[in-house]
């Protein structure tokens, strides 16, 4: 399976971006989904996560401001952003957790897409 992220881009402070990862390919389950972020300097840190049953997690910085969301049929997961910060500009990624077949688990990463916030 392959993650086809997209919706990234400039933005002013107070802005909003939403962006979009899609799945792709055959799999045996999708599991948990997820949006990590890399900023400049920074190490890779996790933004906010969903299950299946659309439970969620945020990162403590984004609870807020921040809305993860999933379509399940669609095999794609949302990541609703508002209020953006200068310190929300980084590269975002959007992981999976897959299941090839019933008896091994996958992490699946998606290309990254840039987000920059100016101030």
């Known amino acids: 399976v392959q993650l086809q992220a997209s919706g990234g881009g400039l933005v002013q402070a107070g802005g909003s971006l939403r962006l979009s990862c899609a799945a792709s390919?055959?799999?045996?389950?999708?599991?948990?989904m997820g949006w990590y972020r890399q900023g400049p300097g920074k190490e890779r840190e996790l933004v906010a996560s969903?299950?299946?049953?659309?439970?969620?997690d945020y990162a403590g910085s984004v609870k807020g401001r921040f809305t993860i969301s999933r379509d399940n049929a669609k095999r794609t997961v949302f990541l609703q952003m508002n209020n953006l910060k200068p310190e929300d500009t980084a590269v975002y990624y959007c992981?999976?957790?897959?299941?090839?077949?019933?008896?091994?688990?996958?992490?699946?990463w998606g290309q990254g897409t840039l987000v920059t916030v100016s101030s």
């Open positions: 390919g055959v799999v045996f389950k999708l599991d948990d």
């Open positions: 992981n999976a957790e897959t299941y090839p077949d019933p008896w091994q688990r996958r992490d699946v």
């Open positions: 969903i299950t299946t049953g659309g439970v969620t």
